[in-house]
C-alpha cells in the first residue's frame, strides 16, 4: 500500500494539481485584479505579492521560460514519493488554518479579487474598508496607489 511507486503516483497527482492550479490561477480574474493595484501572484506559493519592474513589462517568451522552469523544478519533488505527499497535505493543512481566523472583511474582499472585475477604484474602496479607514481618506489612499504602482514600474 505505502510502497514507493504507490508515493510516486499519488505525488504525481498532487504535482498536476499545483499545474492545473498553477495555469488556473495565472489567467484568473483575480490575478488581473491585482494587476490593477500592482501585485500577482506568486509562481511558487500562489499567495499575492507585490510586482517588480521586471513584471510589468517581461516578454512573452521569459515568461513561459520561468513557467517551465518553475514546473520542472516542482516537478523533481514527485520523486520525493511520500514525503512529497506529507509536505503537500501539511501545507494545504496550514494554509486553510491559517486562512480561517481570517476577518470577515478580508474573505469578503478575497472573494470579490476572485469574483469580479473591479476597476481600480473599487479595489481602493475595498482597500480602505479592508484597513479600517475612513471614506473621506480614499483620494488620499488613491493617489498614494497610483503613485506606488507607478514607482514600481520605474524603479
Known amino acids: 500500500m505505502f510502497t514507493y ?24 480574474l483575480a490575478e488581473k485584479n491585482l494587476n490593477k493595484v500592482g501585485e500577482r501572484h506568486s509562481w511558487l506559493s500562489l499567495k499575492p505579492k507585490l510586482m517588480d519592474s521586471k513584471d510589468f513589462d517581461r516578454p512573452f517568451i521569459k515568461k513561459v521560460g520561468k513557467f517551465t522552469f518553475i514546473i520542472l523544478w516542482q516537478g ?8 512529497n505527499v506529507c509536505i503537500n497535505v501539511g501545507y494545504f ?24 472585475d473591479m476597476t481600480f477604484d473599487e479595489i481602493v474602496l475595498e482597500l480602505i474598508k479592508v484597513k ?24
Open 5 to 28: 511507486e504507490n508515493g510516486l503516483i499519488v505525488s504525481f497527482l498532487f504535482y498536476c494539481f499545483y499545474v492545473f492550479n498553477l495555469l488556473m490561477t495565472l489567467n484568473s
Open 76 to 83: 523533481i519533488f514527485v520523486f520525493l514519493s511520500w514525503l
Open 93 to 116: 493543512i496550514y494554509s486553510r488554518y491559517k486562512d480561517s481566523g481570517a476577518p470577515q472583511a478580508v474573505k469578503e474582499f478575497r472573494w470579490k479579487l476572485r469574483n469580479l
Open 132 to 155: 479600517g479607514l475612513e471614506i473621506e481618506d480614499f483620494n488620499a489612499v488613491k493617489e498614494e496607489l497610483i503613485e506606488f504602482v507607478n514607482e514600481r514600474r520605474i524603479s
